[in-house]
């Protein structure tokens, strides 16, 4: 079975500063996916990016970068020149391809996320 | 396109009734996704649509839970004699056919917030 593991119930940062959210995760599968998401107050969740498991490159969406290390089984999302809107809750997720069973996303249970000026 | 919508955003109900939630995915995708989401807990999957075909449930999904999705459109979800542990986000996503690699990104709507008296 696939499982998420978000050992930081709540980082506190200063603007313009990076910031590391953790990330581990336990599969016996060779393919997957890992993704993070953004929830803030409003409930909404908002896809940050992306990483495959065959990717040799570390993904980055912008001010977002995903530290994949395999070996070790993390996927840390960090943050650069954190912003006052970043406060929110941040989410890891994995999912299997889409030809094996298990087409759902599999949620860690989250970091809150605090920006202060 | 104006992203996945969800209908209504809360609700409120009384333990015994009936509660019924729409999801109206982005037009162009297949694939639908429930999940349920408690206070500090990430969303966890209820169940998979693709097209209208509901391809897979969790163990979470009882007996007094119902979803549909006629014609492959929007899709509802019923939660029959309602209890105070339903009490919680009711997320929807859609996703593609193909995304990312080989793992489609799925977009969620702004959630159904659901409280039992």
């Known amino acids: 079975a696939q499982k998420i593991t978000q050992t930081q119930p709540g980082m506190f940062v200063q603007e313009k500063e990076a910031v590391t959210l953790d990330c581990t995760y336990d599969?016996?599968?060779?393919?997957?996916?890992l993704f993070w998401y953004k929830q803030p107050s409003s409930g909404e969740m908002i896809f940050l990016i992306y990483?495959?498991?065959?990717?040799?490159q570390n993904a980055t969406e912008g001010r977002y970068s995903l530290n994949f290390q395999k070996a070790r089984k993390s996927a840390n999302l960090v943050i650069s020149a954190s912003q006052l809107g970043d406060s929110a809750m941040y989410f890891c997720a994995m999912r299997l391809p889409d030809n094996q069973a298990g087409t759902a996303l599999i949620f860690g249970k989250g970091t809150t996320l605090s920006v202060s000026s | 396109d104006t992203g996945v919508s969800q209908d209504p955003r809360h609700k409120i109900t009384k333990r015994g009734q009936n509660v019924t939630f729409r999801c109206d995915p982005i037009s162009e995708h297949n694939r639908l996704y429930w999940y349920r989401q408690t206070l500090g807990q990430g969303p966890e999957f209820l169940t998979y649509f693709q097209n209208e075909a509901q391809l897979e449930k969790s163990r979470l999904l009882s007996d007094r839970f119902s979803a549909e999705r006629p014609k492959g459109s929007f899709s509802t979800l019923e939660i029959q004699r309602t209890e105070q542990g339903d009490s919680a986000m009711y997320l929807c996503?859609?996703?593609?056919?193909?995304?990312?690699?080989?793992?489609?990104?799925?977009?969620f709507g702004p959630g159904t917030r659901l409280t039992v008296l």
């Open positions: 996503a859609s996703s593609p056919r193909q995304g990312k690699g080989i793992y489609n990104e799925q977009f």
């Open positions: 599969t016996s599968d060779q393919s997957y996916g």
């Open positions: 990483q495959g498991s065959y990717d040799e």
